[in-house]
């Protein structure tokens, strides 16, 4: 079994996020673990070392999650399971960026609040509570809509 993260350690304006696309996944059958939620500056660099991160991730700002198949962890694909489709799918009905987009390197277990246009400046809000309120009036969605 996966060991969950605590989502409690995310920027508060993005938790409910995160909750609301667990919830979808489960009313679809799916059940998904949030593996990965937030990194020190020190375990970004171990896991940028390893080739699966970036040592200036979103995790470290709180504003990122990792969620991984409750049954197959990464192994969907060969389990013919759509797990991370679906996943993509409840990611951006709630208005999130799923890193099965991104160009740079696929990364289908990982969503995030804010928009790749706007990475640099959420690295320039030391302070969480003015970080917090940077990403609420950014998120493109209220919740309720989704
Ligand atoms: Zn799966
Ligand atoms: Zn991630």
Not at 47 to 56: D, T
Not at 127 to 144: G, N, Q, S, T, Y
Request: hydrophobic content about 45%; glycine content about 4%; overall charge positive.
């Amino acid at each position: 079994m996966y060991k969950a993260d605590d989502l409690d350690l995310l920027l508060p304006s993005f938790k409910p996020y995160v909750l609301a696309v667990e919830a979808a996944l489960v009313a679809r059958g799916f059940q998904a673990i949030p593996f990965d939620t937030w990194r020190s500056p020190k375990e970004a660099a171990k896991y940028a070392a390893l080739k699966v991160g970036q040592a200036n991730s979103m995790h470290i700002y709180k504003v990122a999650c990792d969620h991984i198949c409750a049954l197959h962890g990464w192994e969907c694909k060969k389990n013919k399971c759509e797990f991370f489709q679906a996943y993509g799918q409840e990611v951006e009905r709630v208005g999130m960026i799923w890193g099965g987009r991104f160009k740079s390197r696929f990364d289908a277990p990982h969503m995030q609040a804010c928009t790749i246009a706007d990475q640099d400046r959420v690295r320039t809000i030391a302070d969480e509570v003015a970080r917090d309120a940077f990403i609420r009036a950014r998120l493109c969605k209220p919740l309720h809509a989704a």
